[in-house]
T-cell receptor, first 109, second 115 residues
Framework: LAKTTQPISMDSYEGQEVNITCSHN???????ITWYQQFPSQGPRFIIQ???TKVTNEVASLFIPADRKSSTLSLPRVSLSDTAVYYC??????????FGTGTRLQVFP | ETGVTQTPRHLVMGMTNKKSLKCEQH?????MYWYKQSAKKPLELMFV???????ENNSVPSRFSPECPNSSHLFLHLHTLQPEDSALYLC??????????????FGSGTRLTVV
């Protein structure tokens, strides 16, 4: 499994756009990039996945450059309820989910 | 409701007790997982079941004993635990061959406190 590196924590204010970057220098050709969100005392929740270029859903956008060695999760206009830990994972279909320490996002009023 | 239901939500047990955690999913998934999340630590994968067969045991102590009677139910039997086993225990499920691509569905977890 490709190792990922992401910031330990980030702070933001309500209404701002938040971008969390994840580095995955040894990503394999078949690997997908997936982000999960975890609130305190709950299980992680799948939020977005991509392979290359840009993916957007109702929650977030995922930007992946051509070399795929990094990716950026973009949360538009965050609210207090977006305060959570965000995990970047890289792997393929049958890989097990191995979580790192994630990025703890704190949104302030 | 996430589609994966874990009971109980909270459990306090003594070190000599025996208890069981239960996980249930009706998503049609055929792979189920137990994860442990201790305070300020990453999630640790404990056990993996595919089609009711255990396919992975990540060096988990024998005081944790999993059971998967069918593809919809998963148990974690606990006995003679230690205080350091206090943690949030999470169950997840996925399609066995598309777990990473389709994503895992996690339950809300059981908060276990060993006294």
């Amino acid at each position: 499994l490709a190792k990922t590196t992401q910031p330990i924590s980030m702070d933001s204010y309500e209404g701002q756009e938040v971008n969390i970057t994840c580095s995955h220098n040894n990503i394999a050709t078949n690997d997908y990039i997936t982000w999960y969100q975890q609130f305190p005392s709950q299980g992680p929740r799948f939020i977005i996945q991509g392979y290359k270029t840009k993916v957007t859903n109702e929650v977030a956008s995922l930007f992946i450059p051509a070399d795929r060695k990094s990716s950026t999760l973009s949360l538009p206009r965050v609210s207090l309820s977006d305060t959570a830990v965000y995990y970047c994972l890289v792997g393929f279909n049958t890989d097990k989910l191995i979580f790192g320490t994630g990025t703890r996002l704190q949104v302030f009023p | 409701e996430t589609g994966v239901t874990q009971t109980p939500r909270h459990l306090v047990m003594g070190m000599t007790n025996k208890k069981s955690l239960k996980c249930e999913q009706h998503l049609g998934h055929n792979a189920m997982y137990w994860y442990k999340q201790s305070a300020k630590k990453p999630l640790e994968l404990m056990f993996v079941y595919n089609f009711k067969e255990q396919t992975e045991n990540n060096s988990v102590p024998s005081r944790f004993s999993p059971e998967c009677p069918n593809s919809s139910h998963l148990f974690l039997h606990l006995h003679t635990l230690q205080p350091e086993d206090s943690a949030l225990y999470l169950c997840a499920s996925s399609r066995e061959d598309r777990g990473f691509e389709d994503g895992y569905t996690f339950g809300s977890g059981t908060r276990l406190t060993v006294v």
